[in-house]
């Protein structure tokens, strides 16, 4: 029989995973992972994902050791390193079909045959009713739903293994994913990377799913699933994801959630028809946007030192945990292309950097979202108001968390402590001393953004 190489991408896990199931089904198997920086035009995995993918994988070796079975580590252009050890087994390859362009050009290069699994739907598979595509969310979700539920998820398959002991193999260790000096990652010691954790994550998010709702735009509470890393790194398939909660809660009442599924699938969507969506803005006339050089301001954003407390407490959550909560994502992107007038790819590569959870498609696409420049994005002129969204959101606390300086101001004050007075003295908080004056007036810089947003309209 022909031994069947089962290609291991951003879907380490052994359950539900189609591309194992059609290999373990056709013969005896091998597994591979290919840790590529060099297909042209690859976003290199960033340093934050890196730490949870050297976890993960150490996590999918156990598994397939524990099955008698060995994972093959290699690393460089993963397109010609398939074929040349689908050569040497006389393998046939089987992987899932990722959306980035990358993705595509890998399979492409390595002659694989690829499965639906990474998606609720396969992306080209929902279509109007004149057979066009979808670009905006909402009619595209209804039109989704005709498909839902996704199929309930299989389990892990029988597999029987090829020798592959004179196959040569890196040493996870040698390709230095975790940070050493210095070791940036102590704050990322509640994540618990791998297919078990993802399990176990699924589970608790179950049990408290049905108040989803009403937390989940609470930045100071644990009030959404924390499902993203494990997601963006396949470690649990998406339908699994769904069948777990619409069992828990009902699809009814699990809605809002399951939506938030939806929005991941949209972003799929949108990079196989945008496929440099990362790069380049979709709707043409931001390409003229006048953005600012502004190296330092930029850098005050990345390290949490803009004078505004939720902004500063998110870029902080990010940069600790590698995490930040969707809300606070919003604000603090919108600050950055708004206030800033910073150019959003420069926002967009530093989450991707920095986040456990960076997948291209979400990513890109919240970005374009929040700077008005996607086909489904939010309208230019709708600009964020820091301080306002930060008392809407009631995010004294999450401030407290992650901004310090500023713990001892009562809630009122916390938002926009250059207006606090009293209550800052009170605190033994000097401004410019012990945290920053906010670096741009917001009325000013809402002006600007909207006098910029005139001057692209009317060129
Ligand atoms: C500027 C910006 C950048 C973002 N970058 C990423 C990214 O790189 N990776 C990423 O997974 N998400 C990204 N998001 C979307 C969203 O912020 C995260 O998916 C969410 O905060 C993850 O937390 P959670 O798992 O607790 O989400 P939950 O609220 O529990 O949602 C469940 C799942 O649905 C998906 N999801 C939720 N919201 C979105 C969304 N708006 N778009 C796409 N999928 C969504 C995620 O897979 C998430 O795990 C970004 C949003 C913005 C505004």
Redesign the pocket.
């Known amino acids: 029989m022909t031994t069947q190489l089962v290609w291991f991408r951003n879907d380490l896990r052994l359950a539900d995973h189609a591309a194992l199931i059609a290999a373990a089904a056709g013969g005896p198997l091998a597994a591979l992972f290919v840790l590529d920086d060099d297909t042209p035009g690859h976003w290199r995995t960033g340093a934050a994902q890196r730490w949870w993918l050297h976890h993960s994988l150490a996590s999918l070796s156990a598994s397939i050791a524990a099955r008698g079975g060995r994972l093959i580590l290699r690393r460089g252009r993963a397109g010609p390193i398939v074929r040349a050890l689908a050569g040497e087994l006389g393998a046939e390859v089987h992987t899932l079909d990722h959306v980035e362009p990358w993705a595509r050009e890998q399979v492409r290069e390595a002659g694989a045959t690829t499965h639906a699994g990474v998606t609720l739907a396969p992306v080209d598979s929902v279509l109007s009713g004149t057979g066009g595509r979808y670009r905006i969310f909402t009619p595209w979700w209804k039109k989704l739903l005709h498909q839902m539920p996704p199929p309930r998820p299989l389990g892990v398959p029988d597999m029987r293994w090829a020798d592959v002991g004179h196959i040569a193999s890196d040493d996870l260790a040698s390709w230095r994913l975790l940070p050493t000096a210095p070791d940036w990652s102590g704050g990322f010691a509640d994540w618990q990377p791998g297919e078990a954790g993802a399990g176990a994550r699924l589970g608790e ?1 179950a049990a408290s799913a049905a108040r ?1 709702d009403a937390g ?1 735009n609470l930045p100071a509470v644990e009030g ?9 790194m396949g470690e649990v398939s998406i339908n699994a ?1 769904w069948h777990a909660i619409a069992d828990a809660v009902g699809e009814t009442v699990g809605e809002p ?1 399951l939506r ?2 939806g ?2 699938d ?2 799929a969507n949108i990079v196989d028809q945008f496929p440099d969506h990362g790069d380049a803005p979709n709707r043409a006339a931001f390409a003229r946007f006048p953005f600012r050089d502004d190296p330092e301001g930029l850098k005050a954003w990345q390290q949490g030192q803009t004078g505004y407390p939720v902004v500063d407490a998110g870029m902080r959550q990010l940069w600790a945990t590698g ?4 809300r606070v ?2 604000i ?2 919108s600050f950055l292309v708004k206030h800033q007038l910073i150019d959003w790819r420069h ?2 590569r530093w ?2 950097d920095c ?1 456990v ?7 890109s ?3 374009q ?2 700077m008005g420049s996607g086909v489904d994005s939010s309208p230019f002129n709708r600009i964020f108001a820091p301080v306002g969204q930060s008392a809407k959101f009631a995010a004294a606390d999450y401030i407290r968390r992650w901004v310090p300086e500023l713990a001892g101001l009562p809630d009122d004050a916390i938002h926009a402590p250059w207006e606090a007075g009293v209550a800052l003295l009170r605190a033994g908080v000097k401004l410019g001393r012990d945290y920053p004056a906010p670096i741009v007036d917001h009325n000013a810089a809402r002006a600007r953004a909207l006098a910029a947003w005139a001057m692209v309209k009317a060129a």
């Open positions: 998010f989803y989940r959404t699933s924390r499902l993203s890393p494990h997601l963006a994801a959630w938030e599924l929005w991941r949209f972003s995490w930040m909560h969707n994502r919003m603090t992107a926002g967009a989450f991707w986040l959870d960076a997948d291209y498609a979400s990513n696409q919240g970005w979202w929040v």
